[in-house]
């Protein structure tokens, strides 16, 4: 399903960084318009917290023509049986680093990182997609390049720990839907689906073993059409019941999720009340599966800002089930464009509006690796080695005046 839509080209350095053709026609998510209470293992309400159903519904009946999400569908959070990555389509021998320029790179940790954004990983390229033969292939591109994926905490935490003549990407997943992340059963056992990007993902890890389960992922809990955290009502064979189970896995495994409203809303729409409760209740929905577990970065549906940005970063929204006020914090905001962002290093590096790298049909990655391959403002990080110093760029000393006669 096609998502965030912003039809903005950014222009850097001569480089073009257009997300969205605006030939192609905005998607649509409709709302669902009501919600039913399932029977037998899926009549637990969804608990946050107390024992209340507060983000089934909307509180305000709050309701998007058809362009965002719908309402969540409560599941339990239990599930018989045990998680495993099917390692059927592994290589038989994990791969040392590939990357034979990294002794030659001059360290600079003021360069740019590239976060790179996937929305659907399916079988073709397309608005939004990208195929899984080519999410394999950036996956091996980003890997021969020196690339080594890091989290965002690492990364707002300037904890940022790599070898030396390496570079750090951070993997930014939207939309949670279910090519992104699916189970399988198989002899009683759920599955990650080796098909789905995340599936890709650690299969590609088992054969590389430099890199660590890391990435970000952006999740809805009340989208429709099989997005509401990485599927639900049978979409795409998704049972609604492994939806906490998968957020479980994601943290378990060293991944860490972000924000992305209830259901895709768009926050330029909406008064303050409503955009403080489409962030506050998926922080809400998200401690259900994970208590405790703090959403550090917002990823902006569409790209748009709400009027109000203050309330892009922070507010609250209170529970009159539960008698409750529900707090955000985001310390990172995600555009949907705009090339490499600055390392937290940079004295002008902003958390608060990160530019990303989307990856879809006609937006590839090479041109931007390329473009950070070479000097300039858009050069990239690369690592001294040694966590605990900032390796800056060597300045050009200027040509010397021709002396006088």
């Avoid at 109000?308 to 970063?313: P, Q, R, S, T």
């Avoid at 922070?314 to 008698?323: E, I, L, Q, V, Y």
């Avoid at 090479?366 to 000097?375: A, C, F, G, Q, V």
Wanted: glycine share 8%; hydrophobic share 35%; proline share 7%.
């Amino acid at each position: 399903m096609s998502r965030c839509s912003d039809r903005t080209t950014y222009h850097e350095n001569g480089l073009v960084l257009s997300h969205h053709d605006a030939r192609q026609p905005v998607p649509r998510h409709r709302p669902c318009r009501a919600l039913r209470v399932a029977a037998g293992l899926l009549a637990l309400s969804l608990t946050i917290v107390s024992c209340t159903d507060a983000s089934a519904v909307p509180s305000s009946d709050v309701r998007e023509s058809a362009a965002t999400g719908a309402t969540l569908r409560p599941a339990s959070d239990s599930i018989a049986g045990t998680v495993a990555t099917d390692t059927t389509a592994s290589a038989s021998t994990a791969s040392a680093s590939t990357d034979a320029g990294a002794a030659s790179r001059t360290p600079n940790e003021l360069g740019r990182i590239p976060i790179v954004e996937w929305h659907q990983v399916v079988d073709a390229d397309g608005t939004y997609k990208v195929s899984r033969e080519r999410f394999r292939a950036e996956l091996e591109e980003l890997h021969a390049r020196g690339y080594v994926p890091i989290n965002l905490s690492e990364y707002l935490d300037r904890k940022i720990d790599i070898p030396a003549g390496k570079s750090p990407v951070l993997f930014t997943f939207d939309d949670a839907s279910p090519s992104q992340f699916s189970y399988i059963e198989r002899g009683g056992a759920l599955v990650v689906d080796p098909r789905s990007a995340l599936g890709i993902l650690e299969d590609f890890l088992r054969t590389h073993r430099d890199w660590q389960p890391k990435g970000l992922f952006c999740v809805l809990p009340a989208a429709e059409a099989g997005h509401a955290f990485f599927g639900d009502k049978g979409i795409d064979g998704q049972k609604t019941a492994w939806r906490f189970p998968k957020l479980q896995y994601l943290v378990k495994s060293g991944y860490e999720l972000c924000n992305h409203t209830l259901w895709h809303a768009r926050l330029d729409k909406y008064g303050e009340a409503v955009i403080q409760e489409q962030l506050a209740r998926t922080v809400q929905a998200v401690d259900s599966a994970v208590p405790g577990y703090t959403l550090r970065g917002l990823a902006l549906p569409y790209g748009l800002w709400p009027k109000n940005k203050a309330l892009a970063y922070s507010g609250s929204w209170f529970d009159k089930k539960a008698n409750k006020t529900i707090r955000y914090n985001h310390e990172a905001v995600f555009l949907v464009a705009g090339g490499p962002a600055r390392s937290p290093y940079d004295p002008e590096f902003d958390a608060h509006k990160l530019p990303r790298v989307p990856l879809q049909g006609g937006t590839k990655l090479k041109p931007t690796l390329d473009e950070m391959d070479k000097n300039g403002a858009m050069a990239r990080y690369v690592s001294d080695g040694n966590p605990k110093t900032v390796a800056k760029p060597v300045p050009v000393a200027a040509p010397a005046a021709p002396a006088k006669k």
